[in-house]
Structure formats: structure tokens, C-alpha cells
């Protein structure tokens, strides 16, 4: 029975295998006789069969169709046995057999097929290692290759999908090829110098070759060093930050490569998602595929952020060291790349010591990864940090300017000016510019001491009234002072029913010495506020418990506070001080019509009004000129001309508004022009025609609408400084109008010009000699007239000083042989400027000491005198040719046909006789305004004089008799 266990562990009597093996025992004494043994070492099968069995259910779950083939293969059984030889059939005799049996097992292919749970032959017992293990492993082993092949076609499946499902919405990398990231827009000089930037990113591209290998190198010895050898991914380092992320169950570290990063600052976010990773990845292999590596390098030098608003290492470069980035060394090279971990933390300007042992890291990863050698790394970090002088600050040279080129940059190029990257080259010289804006300060500084409008500012006796109501909109309001902030430096200003604040660190143009509020202004002083911002609402607290609101007793009143709640006052609202005028200046090259110099206001400040461009204002006096220049073109009038200067002779109108002519009542054009007489000047327009002065007006530079009446002669339509500067830059050469120009040149960000609007072609308004009569009647309001103070320029000076009624605006409009220039100064909401002011206070002085620094290397030179022009003595008396031998006869310039022909007579030997001109001298005296007066009052009949008003008066009736004006 021993033996029986030992072939048959299982020990069933139903067993074939032991059925057939009885006869085989009988015969086999010597097997018998080897019994023991093989009993001895049954216990060690035995003890290894319970293992198997317990593993022959897993291998039969895991191989269903072997299973379901175990009965046919059972069924052939008898029939493979019944074929086999006898002597394999029936096994060796005796152990002399065994060996042979353990060969022909060996030799069997491990290959062969085998199925868990089907009868073995008698000759293979079942448990027997030598015989199984072969099979075994061999299908073990093909069993984890096709889970291995299975695996990895679930993967690729897997990664299919989820590239798929994240190339569903990518952004196109077609447009890298073509990318424009926003750039600065300069506007310059015309010397080069900048006058401001535009840019909603401050960045200017430079070209992969334009920049040198030191930045290149260094950005990628601290970035990514194996640029130029991966395909757009560093796995390493993607595994290591996806350990490091795992560990920290959110996204902390990246391990972007310069390709990566490209894709996350032009097509995507710079979030930190996982979500974000796996779309950057993809686009990462498209762009490498689609663009070089220089291309993408050039990309991300561009667009990188180097702090204190600039990006890119151009804009870089020249903020933290004054060059562009071709100039700069290998240790500015370092330190830009160092500021890149972290603009904030690692910036120069920020820390400068934390920025240079970023730096040296850099260097030292320059010399790891032989970028530059140890000798180069030594020396840069021995070389000091020179940073350059910030020039950044609110005052600019001319926003104005800056204004302008933006407008005219947007009109030809549309939306694409957004993105900036032009050059406008303007026509502003910066010399000029800074004494323009110099002239106007110390021209309004002047009037803001006169008139006792700088701190600290006193009560009166007679404040004038504070405002009533509640004020709104962008206006100017009386308010009062009711108390002051020392420490926060502000002081309280109640407008109306507004409680307010004045921060007095933005009020330096009144506070010089920088006194603290409560020493500024006196407690009930009345001051000219307007509103930053938009008045709030009052708050109202809800009623009291129980408390009925009585709508009916509240009346209409109540809705703003109902009866039963209470009104909070509402927060301060931020006030700015409006205590002074404003001024504009602007100067014209005669000979070229370039505007040299444009000032808009006394702030210097972007977004400011341009008062120069866009303030339409009355000219007052200075539009004399026109109409006494309009007389000598159509030979209508000469200098010798004797005018009206009776007020009561003019029907149907009289002039109430400043007379500047100090009491004076000359009769020739020549000295009406030089003391301002107005009588003079209506008289004169009543002979030419008032449509045709503006006719004549307009062709000559004056754009603004222009009525036809006899107030056109006095300036009472608005017109802008720059029409009136570019209409006396006519007169100055030669009576040819030109357009002013003041952009020359715009570049693309390609580098192509922008083509500019064409320029309309000169025309002649006046003959050359026209003008020069005309400029040689200017020149005597300098030499004799109001404008007395401008011969301290040592040089001809021609101009025409204007002041409107209550001197609500004040002008000076004049020019010499090189430049034209307008002044003007006044309120903006058109108060009043006070006794005592006039074009020659409160414009004039501008006007000198601007042509004085614009002359300042300029040879003094006399208007040039062209042909067509006579010179005659005349009779200051009658304009008449002077008599042979007169003593008092003066020397007067003509066109040339024009000049007087008949002799003056003798004057008559009574003293007490009148003057030739009927006595107009004599009536018009007493009733001139003196400098400083205010306005007549009219007489019973008379026509009302012209009042400044926000829109020019309407046109009056024409004089009889008045041609219509001729083409220029």
C-alpha cells in the first residue's frame, strides 16, 4: 500500500492508473525489494501535493477554455494509451528503468501542452518536479507576455485619449510664426530724444541675431541647459517635479523647459494645474515641430518679465542699465537672466545684494556647464552693478505731443496701434520744449504772487460767495475752508451742501514752501475747488424700532431723508485746488511750419487738457491783425490810413470791451494797431467787409468758424492758439500759408514706414509785399505800442497783444524772422483775471522769456524787405505826403502803388482850430478805457458790446456797401 500512496498521493480506489498497475507489482520483485526507499521519501511528495492541488484551482479559473477541452481529451485517453508501446504503456521493469524514464521526460519540448487536471501517464507520477516545472514556466511566462502586450495597448489606448481629449480646444501654434507681443510706441524728437512711450506692455523685440551669445548663454545655463538637444521636453525633470507634486498633493514645482515656458506666456496660463501641465506638454512637441530652436529662443527672451513693468531684455536692458541689450557685458548678461527666477525678490533696484548671489549663481552655472570659462565667470564677478538713473516719473517733456501722435497713430493703423512697437518722430525740439513749459510756469507763478494766490492764504475782510447747492460735473465751485489735517496733510473744504478734502502734496504750484495744512489756508477762507470725482450719495440710517415714516409731513423734501431717519453725511470727496489760471504756448518754425514747442497747461502730466489744441477761446485784439492785414491786401487801407476813432460815428454798435489804447486816440492805422484802439479797428472792418476778413482769416491758417459782423474786428468768435500762431507764421513768411506739421515719420513695428496723410500744398495769400507792410505795422506795438517789454529781445519782434472783456482770456501773438509764437492765459471756466490784467501782463511776459532761450544762439535779423515796397515821408497829422521841408514829417513803408500822392497843407495859425480828421481825437477822449477799468456801460441805442460766452456771439447785420470776399 506503500507503494500504491506513493504513485497515487490521492489514494482512490476508483483510479485506472492503479487498476492497471496490479499486475506490474506481481512481476517486479527487484522494484519490490527498492520499496522502502521510495516509501521514504513519499512524505516528501506528499507534503508538496496539498500546495499544488491548492494552486491547481486558481490555474483553472484563469484558463476557462483549457478546462472545457479536459473532457475530450480525457474521453482520448484510453485510445493514446492503448496505442503507446507496451513498455511505455506499462513503465520500465525494476529501477534499471527510471533513469530512461527521466531522460524521455527531459528531453519532452517545454513547449508541449499540458492541461491542469487531465490523467497522466502511469510513467509520469503526478507531483513529480523534474517533469512539470519546464512546462510550467514556459506558460507562465506566456501568459505575462500577452498581460504585458495587453497592458500596453490599454495605455496606448489610454494616452490616445487623453491627448485627444486635450487637443480638443488647444490654441493654434500656427500663429507663433506670425506672434506680435504687445511693444512700447516712443515718440521722439525730432533729435532722438524721447518725449514719452505708450504701451500697455512695456517691451521692444530685438531679434534672435541682434542679441548677444553672453544673454543667450546665460538664459540657458540658469534655464535649460540641454535646449539645443531635447525635442521640446525634459522627462527627467518631468518625473522628479511629478514626485515632488504628488508628495505635496498639489502642483509646486515644474520643471518647464524654455519650450514649455514659451507655451505657457504666449498660449496659455501661467497656473499651476495639472490640467494646465498636460495641454503644455502637447503644444511643447507641436512648436518644435513647427519652429526652430532659435525662433522659439527668440520668443522667449521677448516675452519674459523682468520686473518694474518691463518685459523682454531689450526694455530690460535699458531700464536697469541705461544701453540696449547689444552693449551689455557678461555680468549685466547674468544679472538680467538672474532677475527672471523672481523679478520682485531678485531686482536690483529691490535687493541688491540678493540680485548679485543670483547672479554669481548664474555665472557659476555657466562655467558647470562650459558656457564660459573659469577666467570670464571670475571677472564678471568682480565687476560692480552700475545700475542706470531712473527717469521715470509723472511730468513728462510734452504729453501733449505724446496725446497727439497716439491720435494720429490710431487713425492710420487702427487697432494695431494697440499693440504698439512704432517710432513717431515729431517735430518738437526739447531745448525749446523746456523753456516753453518753463515760460508758462513762471508766467502763471507770477500772476498766482500778484494776486496773492499762494500760501498761506489769508481771510479777507470781503470774501467773495461761496457756492449754493449741490455741486456736480467737471466744474469750477467757490468753496470754504472749515478745518486742516496736519497729519494727514489735507484740508477740509465744504462746497454746497459737499463736505471735501484738498491733498495739499498735489497742490505744490501753491504751496512752495510746503506748508502744512493748517497754515496753508485761514478757517472760512473761500477757495476755487473742483471735483476729482463723482459726488456720492447721503446715507440714510433705517428708522428706529416702532418709528412710523410720516411721508405726507416729509413733503417731497423727505424723499432724500424721510421723516423718522436720520441722513449721515456722506464721505469727503477728493477736491483739487483751482486757485490760478491756466496757459497754453505754442511755436511754429516760420520757414518750415514745424511746431517746435507745444504746451498745453501749466501740468506736465499725461491725459491733461491740451489747452493750445483744443480751448477755443476769443483772440480779442490779436485779431486786429486780419482785419487791418486784409485792408492793405485789397489796397483798401495803408499805414498812413486816417481812421474813426468817435465811437458815436460807427451806427448801431459800439465797443464795451477792454481798450487797451491807454487812454490814447491816434488816427493813423500805424499807432491804431500799436495802442489797440477798437473804434479804429471796427471802423476799419466796416470799409473791407466783415465776410471778407474772414475769409481772409480762414486762408490764412484760422480753421474755427467765424461770423460776419462787426464784433469779427474785436475777436469775439473762438478760435485755438495753434490757429492763431500757424495764420501770423503766414504773415511772418511771406503770406504763403502752409500747413504746421508735427509728425515727420512713423515706423513700423517691421521696421516699414508708415505712410503719413499727404500735406495740402502751400498757397499765397498775401504778395510779399502785403506782408511786409503789414509785419512792419506789427512791429510798432512792440517798438511804441503794448507789447513794450518784448524789445528786451534785442531783436524785430512783430506781434499783437489781445484782451477780451473783463480779461477773461489775454494773448500775445507774435513772431520774429525764424519762429511764431502764441500765448495765451487765462481761466478755464472763464473768470475773470482781475484789475490790472491784459495781454502785456499776463501773456506778454511768457512770450519774452520763451523767445529770449529760442533766440539764445540765433543772430538777431531784420525782416527781410522785398521788392514791391516804397518808402514815403508823410504827414503824421494827415497821412499825407509830408511838405517839402516839414519837420515833423515821419518815414511810413507802402506797397508799391499804394503810397500817398497829395501834399499835405500848411497847418492854420489857430491854435484852437480841429484836426483834420474832423476832431475825432478830441471826441474820443473820455470815453477810452483805461488800462484796468471794467466795462463801459452802453449807451441808450447802442449795440451791446461782445461778452465772452462759451460759444462765439451771432453774426450781426453787414455794413452797406460790403463786397463779397476774393478766392485766396
Known amino acids: 500500500m506503500a507503494s500504491e500512496q506513493s504513485r497515487n498521493p490521492a489514494g482512490s480506489e476508483d483510479d485506472p492508473v492503479r487498476k492497471t498497475d496490479a499486475p506490474e507489482q506481481a512481476s517486479d520483485p527487484p522494484r519490490r525489494a527498492s520499496d522502502p526507499l521510495r516509501r521514504a521519501s513519499d512524505p516528501l511528495r506528499q507534503a508538496s501535493d496539498p500546495l499544488r492541488r491548492a494552486s491547481d484551482p486558481l490555474r483553472q479559473a484563469s484558463d476557462p477554455p483549457r478546462q472545457a477541452s479536459d473532457p475530450l481529451r480525457q474521453a482520448s485517453d484510453p485510445l493514446r494509451q492503448a496505442s503507446e508501446p507496451p513498455a511505455r504503456r506499462s513503465g520500465p521493469p525494476g529501477r534499471a528503468s527510471e533513469p530512461a524514464e527521466r531522460i524521455s521526460g527531459a528531453m519532452r519540448p517545454a513547449s508541449a501542452p499540458h492541461l491542469d487536471g487531465a490523467p497522466r501517464p502511469p510513467s509520469q507520477p503526478e507531483g513529480a518536479p523534474p517533469q512539470e516545472r519546464g512546462p510550467r514556466i514556459a506558460t507562465w511566462a506566456k501568459r505575462i507576455g500577452i498581460a504585458l502586450a495587453v497592458l500596453l495597448v490599454l495605455a496606448a489606448v489610454s494616452v490616445a485619449l487623453v491627448i485627444r481629449h486635450y487637443e480638443a480646444d488647444l490654441p493654434s501654434t500656427r500663429e507663433l510664426k506670425d506672434y506680435r507681443p504687445p511693444q512700447v510706441t516712443r515718440i521722439l524728437a525730432r533729435d532722438g530724444t524721447r518725449l514719452g512711450e505708450v504701451f500697455t506692455e512695456r517691451r521692444t523685440v530685438v531679434r534672435i541675431g541682434e542679441i548677444p551669445s553672453q544673454v543667450k548663454l546665460a538664459a540657458l545655463a540658469a534655464e535649460d541647459a540641454g535646449f539645443y538637444e531635447h525635442a521640446g521636453l525634459n522627462y527627467l525633470g518631468m518625473l522628479r517635479a511629478l514626485a515632488v507634486n504628488l508628495r505635496s498633493t498639489r502642483a509646486r514645482q515644474g520643471a518647464s523647459t524654455i519650450t514649455q515656458q514659451v507655451v505657457k506666456n504666449v498660449l496659455l496660463t501661467p497656473d499651476r494645474t495639472f490640467n494646465r ?84 549663481f548664474v555665472l557659476d552655472q555657466m562655467q558647470r556647464k562650459a558656457f564660459a570659462d573659469e577666467i570670464q565667470v571670475a571677472q564678471a564677478k568682480q565687476e560692480p552693478v552700475v545700475l542706470a538713473v531712473e527717469t521715470e516719473s509723472l511730468a513728462e517733456l510734452a504729453p501733449e505731443v505724446v496725446s497727439e501722435a497716439q491720435r494720429m497713430l490710431r487713425e492710420l493703423v487702427g487697432p494695431a496701434a494697440q499693440q504698439g512697437g512704432y517710432t513717431i518722430t515729431t517735430t518738437i525740439d526739447p531745448a525749446m520744449q523746456a523753456a516753453a513749459r518753463a515760460s508758462v510756469r513762471k508766467n502763471l507763478d507770477a500772476y498766482a504772487k500778484r494776486h496773492k494766490l499762494l500760501g498761506p492764504l489769508a481771510r479777507n475782510k470781503k470774501e467773495p460767495p461761496a457756492f449754493e447747492g449741490t455741486p456736480a460735473g467737471h466744474k ?60 456720492p450719495e447721503p446715507v440714510v440710517e433705517a428708522a428706529a424700532a416702532g418709528q412710523e415714516e410720516d411721508e405726507d409731513a416729509a413733503g417731497e423734501a423727505g424723499h432724500a431723508a424721510p421723516a423718522g431717519k436720520a441722513a449721515k453725511p456722506a464721505a469727503p470727496v477728493p477736491l483739487r485746488l483751482e486757485l490760478g489760471p491756466e496757459g497754453a504756448l505754442v511755436a511754429i518754425d516760420v520757414r518750415t511750419r514745424e511746431v517746435v514747442a507745444l504746451v498745453g497747461g501749466y501740468e506736465a502730466v499725461r491725459g491733461g487738457l491740451d489747452r493750445a489744441t483744443f480751448a477755443r477761446r476769443q483772440p480779442g485784439s490779436t485779431f486786429k491783425a486780419f482785419v487791418y492785414g486784409y485792408g492793405i491786401h485789397a489796397r483798401t487801407l495803408t499805414p498812413a490810413t486816417i481812421l474813426e476813432t468817435d465811437p458815436l460815428a460807427i451806427a448801431g454798435y459800439k465797443p464795451q470791451n477792454y481798450d487797451e489804447s491807454e487812454g490814447k486816440s491816434p488816427a493813423r492805422l500805424r499807432e491804431a494797431v500799436a495802442h489797440s484802439v477798437n473804434v479804429a479797428a471796427v471802423s ?119 484782451t477780451t472783456n473783463q480779461a477773461k482770456d489775454t494773448w500775445f501773438v507774435g513772431y520774429s524772422t525764424d519762429i511764431a509764437c502764441a500765448v495765451w492765459t487765462g481761466y478755464d471756466d472763464a473768470a475773470p483775471l482781475g484789475n490790472g490784467e491784459a495781454g502785456a501782463t499776463a501773456a506778454l511776459p511768457a512770450f519774452v522769456d520763451f523767445m529770449k532761450q529760442a533766440h539764445a544762439k540765433r543772430p538777431a535779423a531784420d525782416f527781410p524787405v522785398p521788392s514791391g515796397v516804397v518808402r514815403v515821408k508823410i504827414d503824421p497829422l494827415t497821412g499825407l505826403l509830408a511838405r517839402e521841408g516839414q519837420e515833423d514829417a515821419i518815414e511810413e513803408v507802402f506797397v508799391a502803388g499804394t503810397e500817398p500822392t497829395e501834399e499835405a497843407q500848411a497847418p492854420e495859425a489857430d491854435a484852437g482850430a480841429e484836426p483834420v480828421d474832423g476832431g475825432a481825437p478830441g471826441e474820443l477822449q473820455g470815453t477810452v478805457q483805461a488800462p484796468g477799468e471794467g466795462p463801459r456801460p452802453a449807451e441808450p441805442g447802442a449795440a451791446p458790446a461782445p461778452v465772452e460766452s462759451e460759444h462765439a456771439p451771432e453774426p450781426g447785420p453787414l455794413p452797406a456797401g460790403e463786397t463779397a470776399p476774393p478766392p485766396f
Open 684 to 802: 476799419a472792418l466796416s470799409r473791407v467787409g466783415a465776410s471778407n476778413v474772414a475769409a481772409f482769416a480762414g486762408a490764412l491758417g484760422v480753421q474755427s468758424k467765424l461770423g460776419a459782423d462787426l464784433s469779427l474786428a474785436l475777436g469775439a468768435y473762438e478760435v485755438t492758439p495753434r490757429e492763431m500762431v500757424a495764420a501770423y507764421a503766414s504773415i511772418a513768411a511771406g503770406g504763403v500759408y502752409e500747413q504746421p506739421i508735427l509728425i515727420t515719420k512713423i515706423v513700423g513695428p517691421g521696421g516699414a514706414e508708415i505712410p503719413l496723410p499727404p500735406r495740402p500744398p502751400a498757397h499765397r495769400v498775401m504778395e510779399e509785399a502785403e506782408a511786409y507792410v503789414l509785419t512792419s505795422v506789427l512791429t510798432s506795438v512792440v517798438q511804441s505800442g503794448t507789447a513794450r517789454q518784448a524789445r528786451s529781445l534785442g531783436r524785430p519782434i512783430a506781434g499783437k497783444t489781445g
Open 277 to 360: 501641465k498636460a495641454r503644455e506638454i502637447i503644444l511643447a512637441r507641436k512648436i518644435e515641430q513647427e519652429l526652430t530652436k532659435d525662433e522659439i529662443l527668440e520668443l522667449y527672451l521677448n516675452k519674459i518679465y523682468f520686473g518694474h513693468g518691463r518685459y523682454g531684455v531689450e526694455e530690460a536692458s535699458r531700464y536697469y542699465f541705461g544701453k540696449s541689450v547689444r552693449d551689455v557685458t557678461l555680468a549685466e548678461a547674468a544679472l538680467l537672466v538672474a532677475i527672471v527666477k523672481g523679478p520682485s525678490v531678485y531686482s536690483p533696484r529691490a535687493n541688491l545684494e540678493r540680485a548679485v548671489a543670483r547672479r554669481d
Open 476 to 535: 469750477v465751485f467757490r468753496g470754504v475752508v472749515t478745518g486742516a489735517d496736519d497729519a494727514r496733510g489735507t484740508l477740509s473744504v465744504r462746497v454746497g451742501t459737499l463736505e471735501g478734502t484738498v491733498t495739499l502734496r498735489g497742490a505744490q504750484r501753491y504751496n512752495p514752501n510746503g506748508l502744512a495744512p493748517s497754515k496753508f489756508a485761514d478757517v472760512d477762507k473761500v477757495v476755487r475747488v473742483s471735483l476729482i470725482g463723482p459726488a
